[in-house]
Every structure is written in C-alpha cells, then in structure tokens.
C-alpha cells in the first residue's frame, strides 16, 4: 500500500532562518507526491507536487522541495522562513488500484511554528 | 478555493440523528473526495466519485453514505450519527486531464455529535 510518514509533530524554527519539513514515502511504481499546506480554520492549499524529472521542485510561496530517490524522502523546504508561514503542513501520495480512480493519501501532518 | 462551497460550515447535533452535508462546485469537475481531518491521523478519505452516480468507497467509509445525483453536487450523509463522527469534514475536487492532477478544498464544515 501507498502511504507517507511525516516523523515530526511540530517543527519550530526562528524567523530567516531556513526551514524543513520532513516527509517519506513508501510506494510501488513511481511516486507522485504532493505538499500541502493548511492554515487556521482553512481547507488546504496546494503548494507543489513531484511528478517526474528535476529532483528539486518549486512551488508556491517560495517553498520548494526535495525528491529523494534512495532515501525515498520528500522533504519540504524554504530558505528564510516567514512567521507568515506558521502553519499545519501535508505531505500526501497519489494511490491508484486498478478498476479505481486515483486518490491521494495523507500523512499525518507537522505544524510548523515560526517565531521572531 | 477552486469554486468549491461546503453546507453547513458548522453544524452542532445529536447521537442518532442524520445529517447530511453538501459540498458544491462551479466549475464542471469530474472527481469530487469527501474527506475527515482529525489529530493524529491527517485526512482520510471516506468517500469519492468519479461522475454523476458513480461513486466508490474511501478507508474510512463505515457509517458514511454519498449520493451525487448532478456535476455540481455531492452529498455526504452521516445515516445515524455517532460521536466518534465528531470531526472537520472537506470536499475535494481533482482537476482532470491526468490522475495526477492535484486536488482542490473546499473551506470545510465543522461537525460536533454530543
């Protein structure tokens, strides 16, 4: 089964400083990965996702991210942090059985939390 | 939000009762995704349809049914709600043209069953 594993509840980092989110994956085929972000009493916004091609993938917000065959991670990154982006963040995969449409399966999410 | 409305944004009820909420769209979508969010487990998908009248079941999809009965709408009914349905519910919609498309959320709906 298709499933992804962020390791940190929470990540806390100082404003301007570079910031990581961490995310893995374990998938049969190749992996089509997503990031995205949610903020307070929001639904969640799309960022960026890896579909095939250059390992590091730009999105929005200035975020970007990192594929990662051989340690089969997908870390979320940005090089100055914004207090502005103080937010609950979802790496998620793209899993497709066959007869079915494919969805996507979340992990479990890592609040980020950046201060002055 | 990609043109997504969700009915009820908050709704308060009771054990045993049906509920039903709608999730709305503009914009002619074939793929529409119910999904919950609750601490500790991200989102999980209950339900999902691919056109009108075809839907499929997601992981979560016990005590949950859908109907999608026209393009715009799709409906999520809680039969006989239970506390354990206590959550934050969203709708999705995933653009076609590649099933790798990325989905779009509606704004959410807040559900509370004492």
């Known amino acids: 089964a298709q499933s992804v594993a962020q390791p940190e509840d929470q990540v806390n980092v100082a404003e301007g400083n570079p910031l990581t989110v961490k995310c893995t994956y374990s998938?049969?085929?190749?992996?089509?990965l997503f990031w995205y972000v949610q903020y307070p009493n929001r639904g969640l916004q799309f960022l960026l996702k890896y579909i095939t091609g250059d390992n590091l993938v730009k999105g929005s917000y200035g975020f970007e991210a990192e594929f990662n065959k051989s340690q089969t991670s997908f870390h979320l990154k940005k090089p100055s942090a914004l207090v502005s982006d103080s937010a609950l963040y979802f790496c998620a995969v793209r899993t497709l059985s066959p007869g079915t449409a494919s969805k996507l399966t979340f992990g479990t999410g890592t609040r980020l939390q950046v201060t002055l | 939000d990609a043109g997504i409305t969700q009915s009820p944004r908050h709704k308060v009820t009771e054990t045993g009762t049906p509920v039903t909420l709608r999730c709305h769209q503009t914009e002619n979508h074939r793929y529409m995704y119910w999904y919950r969010q609750d601490p500790g487990h991200g989102l999980r998908l209950i339900h999902y349809s691919y056109g009108v009248k075809d839907t499929d079941k997601g992981e979560v999809s016990d005590g949950y049914s859908v109907s999608r009965s026209k393009t715009e709408d799709f409906l999520l009914t809680l039969e006989s709600a239970t506390s354990s349905q206590t959550s934050v519910y969203f709708c999705a919609i995933r653009l076609a043209g590649g099933s790798y498309n990325e989905q779009f959320f509606g704004p959410g709906t807040r559900l509370t069953v004492l």
């Open positions: 998938v049969s085929g190749n992996p089509y």
